[in-house]
């Protein structure tokens, strides 16, 4: 199942409104975003096809440490990819069907059950 990753004008303007209230102020005011590398804790994300790519993505903005752990459905994590759009994070649109492949088959709930994870 994919997630039409365009259109998301009206969705994303929302999602950057919110994210940025959340995100935490440094002491001048403006959002705190740090740059982490990309390669931190490759070692953590499972072999497969659409890692390399994976990591690539969506380590633009983020160590893959930040979402290694985490565990959601392909509609879900078509809406996180959504939400990183918004943010900013750029790719073709192919690679994001790529990527959310990955995600769904390697971090996936469904993978966690059978894990026990």
């Known amino acids: 199942m994919h997630f039409l990753f365009v259109g998301l004008a009206g969705i994303c303007a929302l999602t950057v409104a919110v994210g940025a209230s959340a995100m935490p102020l440094q002491d001048n005011g403006a959002a705190a975003r740090t740059r982490q590398p990309s390669a931190a804790k490759a070692s953590s994300l499972p072999q497969g096809e659409g890692r390399?790519?994976?990591?690539?993505?969506?380590?633009?903005?983020?160590?893959?440490?930040?979402?290694?752990?985490?565990?959601?459905?392909?509609?879900?994590?078509?809406?996180?990819?959504?939400?990183?759009?918004?943010?900013?994070?750029?790719?073709?649109?192919?690679d994001l069907y790529d990527v959310s492949d990955y995600l769904a088959a390697n971090l996936g709930k469904e993978v966690a059950k059978s894990t026990g994870g």
Do not use: Y
């Open 52 to 94: 390399a790519l994976t990591q690539r993505v969506c380590g633009q903005c983020h160590s893959v440490g930040i979402f290694a752990s985490q565990r959601h459905t392909q509609d879900e994590w078509n809406e996180v990819i959504g939400r990183m759009i918004a943010k900013g994070m750029t790719a073709a649109e192919d």
